[in-house]
């Protein structure tokens, strides 16, 4: 079965907000570029995090039967050239991960790399995918009935 891109976009975002990625948009670039069909553009709060939106946008892809081409930005720490030098990343830090989803690019920025690039900004002509994914269900604390 073969799966339209924008089909696929919906893929990807869902499985990234399912591992609660933040601000999660897809820009539509159909009528705007050749590199892609559509950017996922996400923001995760650590580098396990961004790890387990990968992982979970590989194994959604692979149920349906697609791959993720190699992944950038989680192999070694970046140091980041607009935050104060002098000061190693920690583990926890990343900066941007970038997948290759062949029609589709999934972005996934920490806060400040997200604010600093504005890719979102930069592709403003895009139209964007409306996702209507579900809200994840809130964690609530305590035993049952209190």
Do not use: N
Not at 8 to 23: N, P, R, T
Not at 75 to 87: A, F, K
Not at 97 to 104: E, L, P, Q, T
Not at 109 to 126: C, H, K, N, S
């Amino acid at each position: 079965m073969v799966i339209d891109s924008s089909r696929k976009a919906l893929i990807v975002a869902g499985a990234a907000q399912e591992k609660l990625a933040d601000d999660v948009l897809a820009l539509d670039l159909r009528q705007l570029s050749s590199v892609a069909d559509f950017f996922i553009i996400a923001t995760a709060a650590s580098r396990p995090q961004a790890r387990a939106i990968v992982e979970a946008v590989e194994h959604a892809l692979h149920r349906h039967h697609m791959r993720a081409r190699p992944v950038e930005g989680l192999q070694s720490r970046v140091t980041q050239p607009h935050r104060r030098l002098g000061r190693p990343p920690s583990a926890e830090e990343f900066s941007w991960v970038v997948v290759d989803c062949g029609d589709i690019v999934l972005h996934v920025f920490d806060p400040p790399t997200r604010t600093f690039y504005q890719l979102e900004r930069l592709w403003g002509d895009a139209p964007r995918l409306p996702l209507d994914l579900p809200t994840p269900a809130p964690v609530l604390s305590g035993r049952p009935g209190q």
